[in-house]
């Protein structure tokens, strides 16, 4: 049997995949009166020029219908002080919003307080992938926290990780 023909069994898939080290983002958004928004450790840069990023959802999101009739987004980089933040937009009925700061970014998107970084997007172009949606959105504007001593959330073989202060390598 050749390799190409094995059939990948989900729970390998998602094992060997959760050896890639990712961070951890909340994508959100405001449409009529209501904040959304959802924990996403799948997103990247994708263009410089023009300035684009990345992320994924899967289709059957209760959150990304709204996201994409406002049209735009936030990407709220999440730092290692915000596991809670992370846990609670990751439950699908929840309040996710309960006891979470945010303000308005230029565009009208929440932004939440605490976050590491924020990228403010528009959408520019989405494409079905699978059980998925890869999302692109145009960064229209940013907030970067210079001189922060805070660390970005990470996450690795299921569990939220740090980084060491062990330099570059």
């Given amino acids: 049997m050749s390799l190409s023909s094995t059939a990948i069994e989900p729970r390998r898939f998602r ?4 050896h890639y080290a990712s961070g951890i983002t909340v994508i959100t958004s ?19 020029n ?5 992320f994924s959802v899967m289709t059957s999101s209760a959150s990304y219908p709204k996201i ?18 992370s846990n609670q937009f990751a439950q699908r009925g929840a309040d996710k919003w309960r006891d979470v700061e945010w ?9 939440i307080a605490g976050s590491l970084h924020w990228l403010d997007c528009e959408i520019h172009a989405e494409h079905p992938a699978g059980d998925h949606l890869i999302v692109i959105g145009e960064v229209k504007a940013l907030n970067l926290q210079e001189g922060a001593s ?3 959330l990470l996450y690795f073989k299921g569990q939220y990780r740090n980084i060491a202060a062990h330099g570059a390598v």
Avoid: K, W
């Fill in 50 to 54: 023009p300035p684009l990023v990345s």
């Fill in 68 to 85: 994409r009739r406002a049209g735009r987004f936030v990407v709220n980089i999440l730092s290692d002080e915000q596991v809670r933040i």
């Fill in 30 to 48: 405001y449409i009529e009166g209501e904040p959304i928004g959802f924990t996403c450790q799948s997103f990247h840069s994708v263009s410089m």
């Fill in 103 to 111: 303000q308005e970014s230029p565009l009208g998107n929440p932004i």
């Fill in 150 to 152: 805070t660390q970005p």
């Fill in 15 to 18: 094992e060997a995949l959760g």
